[in-house]
């Protein structure tokens, strides 16, 4: 089965650039989108389609896809920015969608 | 305003049944696939089901097909999940996502907790 590798936990000071990486060989021709998790509320969907915002997410919020490794890169972090994030693609091999195992963003 | 309201969640026994439904609002649910996801307590997102917007196309999580069934209303603008045979593990947060113009979830709904015990 397709798995999606994520760091369990990233950790980063306020104002400072945050990158959590999705891995997986060969990833770069798969779409790989992110959403936010915080506790008691729904995901959000931050990027798609590799670096994709969708409205009304912050600039602040980035990402990039190549061979083997999706990065999310969160600029000029906020506390507000804590929470879990989680990669997702589609597999077309299987028919079915995947997640990364998350990972949790300290600030 | 897009809105996915989920309902039918509550606690269950072990081999117990339980049918999920999504009341879709403020968007053409009829033009759009739509997922369920689940989480459980302190563990990730899992997706479970996908169907397409004519619910011609169907898909499951292997840990749930034969037991899950996803279908749809599009007359009611509603989603539902009917869930069967339920297990511990079957413990989770479900939500209700619509498909985006790829195969991204653009709208969550706030999710219906579904407990097995």
């Known amino acids: 089965s397709y798995v999606l590798t994520q760091p369990p936990s990233v950790s980063v000071a306020p104002g400072q650039t945050a990158r959590i990486s999705c891995g997986q060989n060969?990833?770069?021709?798969?779409?790989v989108h992110w959403y936010q998790k915080k506790p008691g509320q729904a995901p959000v969907l931050v990027v798609y389609d590799d670096r994709d915002r969708p409205t009304g997410i912050p600039e602040r919020f980035s990402g990039s896809n190549s061979a083997n490794t999706a990065t999310l890169t969160i600029g000029r972090v906020e506390a507000g920015d804590e929470a879990d994030y989680f990669c997702?693609?589609?597999?077309?091999?299987?028919?079915?969608?995947?997640f990364g195992g998350g990972t949790k963003l300290t600030v | 305003e897009v809105q996915l309201v989920e309902s039918g969640g509550g606690l269950v026994q072990p081999g117990g049944s339980l049918r999920l439904s999504c009341a879709a609002s403020?968007?053409?649910?009829?033009?759009?696939?739509m997922n369920w996801v689940r989480q459980a307590p302190g563990k990730g997102l899992e997706w479970v089901s996908y169907?397409?917007?004519?619910?011609?196309?169907?898909y499951y999580a292997d840990s749930v097909k034969g037991r899950f069934t996803i279908s749809r209303d599009n007359a009611k603008n509603t989603l539902y999940l009917q869930i069967k045979s339920l297990r511990g593990e079957d413990s989770a947060v479900y939500y209700c996502t619509r498909d985006g113009t790829g195969d991204e979830f653009d709208y969550w709904g706030q999710g219906t907790l579904v407990t097995v015990s």
């Open positions: 403020g968007f053409t649910f009829s033009d759009r696939e």
């Open positions: 997702q693609v589609w597999d077309s091999d299987s028919y079915h969608v995947v």
């Open positions: 169907i397409s917007s004519s619910g011609d196309t169907i």
């Open positions: 060969g990833i770069g021709p798969r779409r």
